[in-house]
């Protein structure tokens, strides 16, 4: 077991690597009634073509991931989320373009619901009759999202700037691609994806670590797991420029939806200097449309933008954008005033004090997000994907430099590289 402690923010994080190749974090937090557990792998929507080094090249249905996330939670005696609800915890799971999660919180008997979680996660149990019977669930969700504006001018965005990536592949996938899914294909990926070896167990509450990795070493060392290849993932080359200037969807809506923003040119970043790239990337952008800012007020008071105007940014090794904006009562008008009133800025950058302020706020809702164990899970899972430390951000935050986000302004505002979408009433 080793233990890395984090002097400046007080918090011990133990880690230990079992000898299949899962990776294991305990983050006791003292006085915390509520454990959080996130049993995660490396494995997401967009990696519907790989292969696995010994094996041949493999492509499967879009939307298999999040598929194979729905059909893990059911066993021969019934549903999974059953047996946590009966030890006192509450249970779920989610998708995302890189990884798919498994989770619990609860406050008793942590210990019977840890293994409840490493149990289930690691016995799948698919059948050509309760894949079929999934189809018809999922096929039902798919559509749901078809009619939620806020997620069609998301997608739509995405579907704008990127032509070959799979990230413009919507999560669950469509009704036609998840037809062709069947138990086969799900172990297929399943055996690829779910070894323990591209897996992350983390455990973050009041809870002991000797104990905690007592319960994992005894659970792993009573399964058999053969050695895993290295996984390739595959993906077609994505051109620099965004497929459309502009992509439009109707749908009945009181005000016009209206999201933007803007293609990273340049992929391939991982690690450290992928994460300091997001944080500079995320305070710049709190910096250029914050809510504080006089851009995001000008609009404000000219009755373009509401409080539903935002903006995140979104990366990873092969891709990454920027996405800004909400309801508006006049799209055009928006993206002409914020162009107008972005040249500026781009032509002197930001001011110290300005940038100061910015960074002392986001360094603080960092330190809050150390309070909330489901934060901490989450965010952690993410950066250790990513080859980062979720407990280096603060002195990655206090090292950026205003020079450094001015440079980054420069470089991702870049109007050739601009994507928008719409969702208008018919």
């Not at 498994?102 to 490493?118: D, P, V």
């Not at 008071?301 to 309801?327: K, R, T």
Request: one cysteine or more; glycine letters at 6%; charged letters at 25%.
């Amino acid at each position: 077991m080793e233990t890395l402690h984090y002097e400046r923010l007080q918090e011990t994080l133990y880690r230990e690597v079992m000898d299949n190749g899962l990776q294991v974090y305990v983050l006791p937090k003292q006085g915390f009634t509520k454990t959080y557990a996130t049993f995660a792998t490396k494995y997401g929507s967009v990696d519907n073509h790989f292969r696995v080094a010994g094996q041949e090249e493999v492509t499967v249905p879009d939307g298999i991931a999040h598929f194979l996330e729905h059909k893990m939670f059911e066993e021969p005696e019934g549903d999974i989320f059953a047996t946590f609800a009966s030890n006192g915890a509450s249970a779920n799971a989610f998708t995302s373009f890189e990884q798919t999660v498994y989770l619990f919180s609860a406050t008793e008997k942590i210990e019977t619901n840890l293994s409840t979680l490493i149990d289930f996660v690691q016995r799948p149990y698919f059948t050509e009759q309760n894949v079929e019977k999934e189809k018809g669930i999922i096929g039902q969700e798919i559509n749901m999202y078809a009619d939620n504006p806020d997620w069609r001018v998301y997608f739509g965005l995405i579907e704008a700037m990127y032509t070959k990536h799979p990230v413009r592949i919507d999560i669950a996938g469509t009704v036609d691609s998840i037809s062709t899914i069947t138990k086969d294909t799900l172990y297929t990926c399943y055996n690829a994806f779910y070894h323990p070896s591209n897996m992350l167990l983390f455990v973050v509450g009041g809870v002991d670590p000797e104990a905690v990795f007592k319960l994992v070493r005894k659970n792993q060392s009573a399964k058999s797991y053969g050695p895993q290849g290295e996984i390739e993932r595959i993906f077609e080359t994505e051109p620099a420029e965004v497929g459309l200037k502009r992509k439009e969807c109707r749908l009945p809506v009181s005000l016009p939806k209206c999201l933007f923003g803007f293609k990273e040119a340049e992929a391939g970043l991982d690690g450290p200097e992928a994460v300091r790239r997001d944080l500079i990337t995320k305070l710049m952008l709190d910096l250029l449309v914050g809510s504080s800012t006089n851009l995001y007020q000008t609009l404000y008071e000219e009755d373009l933008i509401s409080d539903s105007f935002g903006h995140e940014f979104n990366s990873s090794p092969q891709y990454a954008f920027s996405a800004i904006g909400g309801d508006t009562r006049d799209p055009d008008l928006l993206l002409g005033r914020f162009r107008e009133l972005v040249e500026p800025i781009l032509a002197s950058g930001f001011r110290e004090d300005d940038f100061e302020r910015a960074r002392s706020k986001k360094i603080g809702s960092y330190l809050r997000m150390l309070n909330s164990p489901e934060s901490i899970a989450h965010e952690f899972t993410r950066y250790q994907f990513r080859g980062g430390d979720l407990f280096e951000v603060l002195p990655t935050y206090e090292s950026i430099t205003l020079e450094e986000v001015n440079e980054r302004l420069r470089s991702h505002v870049d109007w050739n590289r601009l994507a928008v979408s719409l969702v208008v009433s018919p």
